[in-house]
């Protein structure tokens, strides 16, 4: 292979490891942990990297949650609590988060979807327990979660989906005007229902070709379903999302514009301008199938071999010379590929054919360790699709001088 040929993809290669330095701001989220959440910090690892290079201070809290909201100052303080699996708010919690938001703080209540497996139920989005968390500081909120501890709500759709009916894919005009900054793209969600009294508090809906379900399969409620809302109280302001999966890092590797998503929330709830971009390609130069079968193709054509008389030897020593360039590519970029996920945290890496990426789809593995596995696998499919192609490409000539010089014979006949 053409060294400056490598050298060159080396570079285009290199450019999205340059990021941006660091913003700063005097934000702080105390992300519950104390009350048996379901999903870790672990879990959240894109999310909280993106949020921390914007200068936001992300601090989880697994212990000591009542003494952390009393002494949290409501003007620049962000509490979110996931949906929490195990255990219930004491009075006391209760008691310091309504004052927290009565002074102007910001409370983000995050459910989970809740379906049936072959081992039973999964009743980890706790509605009826976060319930009693937004009537303890509002008793009559017009917003609160659908369906109960023991009861699923789980929205899927059919047909708006990212492979499976419970990944929805969300269009920009299903979110409220004041969160769409920066968003192009659909959302990717998993999430259960938000009930809402009034349209005016939904910050967003599910595809009009949706429905949801109760764990024992029956439908209760189809089209525009609401699963995101606000309401506001004293001087602060209580979220509703009815999915904490999807800021996930699996779920942001379907759509990096979940990310952004949460960033908009928190400069709207705020007043902190927070920015994330939504990476949606990065190593764009071997994004593209055809380069990548390229690389393989032309060293089938190396000049080297061009001497050798023999078309088998040639056939050999072509073979084993793709081979040995197929393997140093893969290395290479799969190399750069574990770099560029452990400094961004966010890669999306084409599998085979291009539209397909999800970085983050191996449980509990680092992103950078699953990003070079699957572009290893990716680079390694496609150079034996090359090398299949030049080995055609080559038989095809042979074919050629066969009909040339049969041609010849039947002319001078």
């Given at each position: 292979?053409?060294?400056?040929?490598?050298?060159?993809?080396?570079?285009?290669?290199?450019?999205?490891?340059?990021?941006?330095?660091?913003?700063?701001?005097?934000?702080?989220?105390?992300?519950?942990?104390?009350?048996?959440?379901y999903?870790?910090?672990?879990s959240?690892?894109v999310?909280?990297?993106?949020?921390?290079?914007?200068?936001?201070?992300?601090?989880?809290?697994?212990?000591?949650?009542?003494?952390?909201?009393?002494?949290?100052?409501?003007k620049?303080?962000?509490?979110?609590?996931?949906?929490?699996?195990?255990?219930n708010?004491?009075?006391?919690?209760?008691?310091?988060?309504?004052?927290f938001?009565?002074?102007?703080?910001?409370?983000?209540?995050?459910?989970?979807?809740?379906?049936?497996?072959?081992?039973?139920?999964?009743?980890?989005?706790k509605?009826?327990?976060?319930?009693?968390?937004?009537?303890?500081?509002?008793?009559?909120?017009?917003?609160?979660?659908?369906?109960?501890?023991?009861?699923?709500?789980?929205?899927?759709?059919?047909?708006?989906?990212?492979?499976?009916?419970?990944?929805?894919?969300?269009?920009?005009?299903?979110?409220?005007?004041?969160?769409?900054?920066?968003?192009?793209?659909?959302?990717?969600?998993?999430?259960?229902?938000?009930?809402?009294?009034?349209?005016?508090?939904?910050?967003?809906?599910?595809?009009?070709?949706?429905?949801?379900?109760?764990?024992d399969?029956?439908?209760?409620?189809?089209?525009?379903?609401?699963?995101?809302?606000?309401?506001?109280?004293?001087?602060?302001?209580?979220?509703?999302?009815?999915?904490?999966?999807?800021?996930?890092?699996?779920m942001?590797?379907?759509?990096?514009?979940?990310?952004?998503?949460?960033?908009n929330?928190?400069?709207?709830?705020?007043?902190?301008?927070?920015?994330?971009?939504?990476?949606?390609?990065?190593?764009?130069?071997?994004?593209?199938?055809?380069?990548?079968?390229?690389?393989?193709?032309?060293?089938?054509?190396?000049?080297?071999?061009?001497?050798?008389?023999?078309?088998?030897?040639?056939?050999?020593?072509?073979?084993?010379?793709?081979?040995?360039?197929?393997?140093?590519?893969?290395?290479?970029?799969?190399?750069?590929?574990?770099?560029?996920?452990?400094?961004?945290?966010?890669?999306?890496?084409?599998?085979?054919?291009?539209?397909?990426?999800?970085?983050?789809?191996?449980?509990?593995?680092?992103?950078?360790?699953?990003?070079?596995?699957?572009?290893?696998?990716?680079?390694?499919?496609?150079?034996?699709?090359?090398?299949?192609?030049?080995?055609?490409?080559?038989?095809?000539?042979?074919?050629?001088?066969?009909?040339?010089?049969?041609?010849?014979?039947?002319?001078?006949?």
């Amino acid at each position: 292979m053409d060294k400056k040929l490598l050298a060159f993809l080396i570079i285009l290669s290199l450019i999205p490891l340059i990021a941006p330095a660091k913003a700063q701001t005097n934000l702080t989220i105390l992300r519950d942990e104390s009350h048996g959440q379901y999903y870790k910090s672990d879990s959240f690892s894109v999310l909280i990297s993106n949020l921390q290079s914007s200068g936001v201070n992300v601090k989880p809290v697994s212990s000591n949650f009542l003494d952390e909201i009393k002494s949290a100052d409501p003007k620049s303080t962000v509490v979110v609590i996931p949906n929490p699996e195990d255990g219930n708010f004491t009075a006391e919690e209760i008691t310091a988060m309504k004052d927290f938001v009565e002074a102007g703080g910001v409370l983000i209540l995050m459910s989970s979807v809740q379906y049936m497996t072959s081992s039973g139920p999964r009743t980890y989005g706790k509605p009826g327990t976060l319930n009693k968390v937004v009537f303890g500081i509002v008793p009559d909120s017009p917003v609160y979660f659908e369906g109960t501890d023991d009861n699923g709500n789980e929205i899927y759709d059919d047909v708006n989906n990212a492979g499976r009916p419970r990944q929805i894919k969300v269009s920009p005009n299903l979110i409220a005007p004041i969160l769409r900054g920066g968003i192009d793209e659909p959302l990717v969600v998993t999430t259960s229902m938000v009930h809402v009294e009034d349209p005016k508090y939904v910050l967003a809906f599910t595809p009009s070709t949706s429905y949801a379900k109760a764990l024992d399969g029956s439908i209760i409620a189809k089209g525009n379903i609401p699963r995101l809302a606000y309401i506001e109280h004293g001087d602060g302001k209580i979220i509703l999302s009815g999915s904490t999966q999807t800021f996930t890092d699996k779920m942001i590797s379907l759509s990096t514009s979940n990310s952004v998503l949460f960033a908009n929330i928190l400069t709207r709830a705020t007043g902190v301008k927070i920015s994330i971009e939504a990476v949606k390609t990065t190593l764009p130069i071997i994004d593209i199938v055809a380069i990548r079968l390229a690389m393989t193709v032309v060293v089938l054509y190396d000049e080297r071999y061009k001497t050798v008389i023999d078309r088998n030897e040639r056939m050999r020593l072509v073979l084993r010379s793709s081979i040995k360039y197929m393997f140093i590519v893969v290395v290479l970029f799969t190399i750069l590929t574990g770099i560029e996920a452990a400094m961004m945290k966010a890669v999306f890496i084409t599998t085979v054919y291009p539209g397909r990426s999800q970085p983050t789809s191996l449980q509990n593995v680092p992103l950078w360790a699953n990003a070079m596995a699957k572009y290893f696998f990716a680079l390694l499919v496609d150079g034996a699709i090359g090398i299949i192609l030049g080995l055609i490409i080559l038989r095809v000539e042979k074919v050629r001088e066969y009909i040339v010089k049969y041609r010849s014979l039947l002319r001078a006949l």
